[in-house]
């Protein structure tokens, strides 16, 4: 129940096309729902978040799309570019606890 | 912009050895955590830290690992006896509540080498 179940594993996107990830839950409790974007020999940096009462947020080329009902939320990279590529994590947590991690997407943007 | 700096970046330990991995999170930030990454692998959970004591511990935290915030700045964590598959990348987190939740910041990480 603890689980952040991520799709896919892996991701390959042209310059300029739409790069989207998914990401499920089981556990009702979380509450906050942040991603995270990670390049090779570093940590995770802080992309964008959710909370469960809004539907959709985005900030700049970056959108979550929350679906509450089905548990299931994901993340839209507009315009991708080949700076983008990177690994993306999305994570979820009851408020101010721990954050339980998906499995990672490896997003490669090509010329 | 203030970051979450972590050193050592590499520590290569024997078996059996102690380290301490040393964090100085975010000033304000009230919120401390632990994760670590087992090379190709998702970001695991340690311990989170508030209001100076452990508020949340996984059950990788066992009796070998200790956190401490020894000076009310810099965030340790120390493991007592290494083993092999201790060895991971070791990432501290600090973190402010803001409206969406607990905005966590990580650090750049420990790469932990355990021989």
């Known amino acids: 129940q603890q689980q952040v179940k991520q799709s896919p594993q892996s991701l390959i996107v042209q310059k300029g096309g739409i790069s989207i990830i998914n990401c499920a839950y089981e556990n009702t409790a979380f509450d906050y729902f942040p991603w995270y974007q990670q390049f090779p020999g570093k940590g995770p940096a802080l992309l964008i978040a959710i909370r469960p009462d809004v539907s959709e947020k985005k900030e700049g080329r970056f959108t979550i799309s929350f679906n509450k009902s089905a548990k299931q939320f994901s993340l839209h990279i507009m315009d991708s570019q080949p700076g983008d590529s990177a690994t993306y994590f999305c994570a979820a947590s009851p408020t101010a606890s721990k954050l339980t991690f998906g499995t990672g997407t490896r997003l490669q943007v090509t010329l | 912009e203030p970051e979450v700096t972590q050193t050592p970046s590499h520590q290569v330990t024997q078996m059996g050895q102690e380290v301490i991995l040393r964090c100085v999170p975010i000033s304000n930030h009230l919120y401390f955590y632990w994760y670590r990454q087992i090379l190709g692998q998702k970001v695991e959970f340690l311990v989170s830290?508030?209001?100076?004591?452990?508020?949340?511990k996984s059950e990788i935290f066992d009796d070998q690992f200790s956190v401490e915030r020894p000076d009310g700045s810099n965030f340790t964590l120390k493991i007592r006896s290494t083993k092999l598959e201790d060895s991971a990348m070791y990432f501290c987190a600090s973190g402010k509540r803001r409206e969406q939740g607990v905005l966590a910041f990580f650090g750049q990480g420990t790469r932990l080498t355990v021989v």
């Open positions: 830290f508030y209001n100076n004591e452990i508020s949340e």
